[in-house]
């Protein structure tokens, strides 16, 4: 694991879109959430940004935006191969680490429907459901409360929803 790097921008876009073609959206949809898929080297440069890497590599990745207490998920995408094998509870794990030496709180978790089940698993809570393109879809909105802790704490599946 290690913090991603501005250089890392286009491999990082790569798998936001070979993830979410993994759950069979049509390459219509794919285009139109486009600009939300692509990571820009200024946004990686600006927030918290981490991959897992194989073989110098990022196989999967989250980045946080906001400030304080609350933060939100904007990206967690796990390459399709390596979807089944651990490495998105890994990342999990490290995110919560990760916020609890920022002092954060909250996280807000606006999430793909197919993944609802793995952050609820991870200690998640559905709070609602907040507006998506194309008009008319939503995406399932959670909220995981990050209780203080060690970092030694942080194992999957201990957080209590909000």
Not at 63 to 80: D, F, Q
């Amino acid at each position: 694991m290690r913090r991603a790097r501005p250089s890392d921008s286009d491999e990082l876009t790569r798998i936001a879109h070979a993830a979410k073609r993994h759950w069979g959206y049509s390459e219509q949809l794919i285009r139109l959430w486009e600009p939300d898929l692509t990571l820009r080297p200024g946004f990686v440069a600006r927030q918290p940004a981490y991959c897992a890497v194989e073989r110098s590599r990022p196989v999967a990745f989250y980045a946080l935006s906001g400030r304080g207490r609350c933060r939100e998920l904007e990206h967690m995408w796990v390459h399709p191969r390596r979807i089944g094998s651990g490495v998105g509870t890994l990342l999990f794990a490290h995110l919560i680490n990760r916020l609890r030496i920022m002092g954060v709180t909250r996280l807000r978790i606006a999430s793909d429907p197919n993944a609802e089940g793995f952050y609820i698993r991870m200690g998640a809570r559905r709070v609602g459901d907040v507006a998506s393109k194309p008009a008319g879809r939503a995406l399932p909105l959670l909220i995981l409360r990050v209780p203080a802790g060690s970092r030694s704490d942080a194992s999957p599946g201990r957080h209590r929803a909000a």
